[in-house]
């Protein structure tokens, strides 16, 4: 037989130790006059002690009581250390502002004033390599069989100068050996 309806669950919290004040007082008042109810407790009291967990063992114990500590410890040592960063970033961005400051004006400077156009020796010997290169090229273009590259770059024109409908642009492409 089951506890009575109306403290059915109020058997199970008091078992469990549940229950407070006014309402604990009530329900042990009519726990008393119950057998039911007194029945359905017990029964509760027995399998909640079968899921208790067993005592600390004394590593446990001293485990959890320096948790704390070092729990807050470890909160603080982290906190120093990005207060540290914060204050080395902030004096290396006052460093780079003072710096900024002082040689700004002066790099302004040099950089309005007009500088002197001098011509160096390579740049007056530059029509002799142009030969040598012109030289080069021809024979590069000889060896890979290639046609000589004397395009004046006439043939190329804008994109709205293409025609679109062009009958060499219909069928298929003969794009080689594919993979």
């Known amino acids: 037989m089951g506890a009575c309806v109306e403290y059915e669950e109020q058997a199970s919290l008091h078992a469990a130790e549940a229950l407070e004040g006014e309402e604990a007082t009530r329900f042990q008042a009519h726990l008393e006059s119950c057998a039911a109810c007194q029945a359905e407790?017990?029964?509760?009291?027995?399998?909640?002690?079968?899921?208790?967990?067993?005592?600390?063992?004394?590593?446990?114990?001293?485990?959890?009581?320096?948790?704390?500590?070092?729990?807050?410890?470890?909160?603080?040592?982290?906190?120093?250390?990005?207060?540290?960063?914060?204050?080395?970033?902030?004096?290396?961005?006052?460093?780079?502002?003072?710096?900024?400051?002082?040689?700004?004006?002066?790099?302004?400077?040099?950089?309005?004033?007009?500088?002197?156009?001098?011509?160096?020796?390579?740049?007056q010997s530059a029509s002799a390599r142009d030969d040598v290169d012109a030289e080069t090229l021809a024979a590069f273009e000889a060896w890979a069989g290639l046609d000589p590259l004397e395009d004046d770059g006439s043939g190329y024109g804008l994109d709205e100068d293409l025609s679109w409908d062009d009958s060499d642009l219909d069928g298929d492409f003969d794009l080689g050996e594919t993979l």
């Not at 959890?64 to 902030?90: H, Y």
Request: glycine residues 8%; proline residues 8%.
């Open 41 to 123: 407790v017990a029964s509760a009291r027995e399998v909640l002690g079968l899921v208790a967990l067993p005592p600390q063992t004394p590593v446990e114990v001293r485990a959890q009581d320096g948790l704390g500590s070092r729990t807050l410890a470890a909160w603080r040592r982290e906190q120093t250390r990005r207060g540290m960063g914060r204050r080395a970033l902030g004096s290396l961005a006052a460093v780079a502002a003072v710096v900024a400051l002082m040689l700004g004006p002066s790099a302004l400077e040099r950089l309005k004033a007009p500088h002197p156009v001098t011509t160096p020796a390579s740049v």
